[in-house]
């Protein structure tokens, strides 16, 4: 037992200190945000599941590459929480609750939505560039798939979870996630693996970015003799 559990606490120790520490100071206190999702999920699932809701939710959260990018820029937030309707709502609830609370807790909430949008971001910008390059290029895509309603919190989801394994250290945690989108693809060809990989590549170059950030703070402040130490969550 103690051959899995010592990787096992040298993967995952670092994130799961920093997740109990926050839920011991403020227990759910600690994820307003991540509770406030899910419970706007919900309400957008019941609500497109409705005669009188389901033109209201496409309005305002519905995406499609074929639409205009200024509309779509405008509903890219809200289609976060808009649950894909051939896919179980109880999926998209789970993956906000779990990955959106832990990314609340180790990185704040506004740090979780801006990670959360540029993968999602990523992934609407890049079937509109498939699209253009045409499904006889390596990166592209058919025409058609310029109508799908692309909505839900998957892009999101990979993309917190793959900044989050990067930030503590989960190296193999996140080898298995890209792993697995990759797989996704090469089995199921389809959009919303492909924007997956799309969520994945902006993701880790935010997380460069931040990671040069805090080398040159690090760095500044090491020369100015402030000996401060590195940031943590």
């Not at 074929?66 to 405008?74: F, I, R, S, T």
């Not at 997956?196 to 090491?222: D, K, Q, T």
Request: include cysteine; aromatic fraction near 8%.
């Amino acid at each position: 037992m103690s051959r899995l559990a010592r990787p096992a606490r040298a993967e995952w120790g670092p994130l799961y200190r920093a997740v109990r520490r926050g839920l011991a100071r403020r227990r759910w206190r600690a994820v307003p945000m991540t509770l406030g999702a899910v419970c706007l999920t919900a309400l957008l699932q019941f609500a497109q599941n409705r005669p009188w809701g389901f033109g209201a939710v496409r309005v305002l959260g519905s995406v499609r590459a074929e639409d205009p990018l200024w509309l779509a820029l405008l509903r890219t937030p809200l289609s976060v929480y808009v649950p894909a309707l051939d896919l179980p709502v109880w999926g998209a609830l789970a993956q906000i609750l779990v990955v959106f609370g832990i990314a609340e807790i180790c990185l704040g909430w506004w740090r979780t939505l801006v990670i959360g949008y540029v993968a999602t971001l990523a992934g609407t910008l890049y079937a509109r560039a498939g699209i253009a390059l045409g499904p006889d290029r390596p990166l592209g895509l058919p025409r058609a798939d310029a109508l799908i309603v692309d909505t839900g919190p998957s892009a999101a989801v990979v993309g917190l979870a793959v900044f989050l394994a990067l930030r503590y250290r989960a190296y193999a945690t996140a080898g298995l996630v890209v792993a697995a989108m990759v797989a996704e693809v090469g089995v199921k060809d389809n959009l919303a693996g492909k924007e997956h990989l799309a969520a994945i590549a902006a993701v880790l170059a935010l997380y460069g970015l931040s990671a040069l950030r805090h080398r040159r703070s690090v760095r500044a402040g090491a020369g100015s003799g402030s000996g401060l130490p590195p940031i943590h969550s």
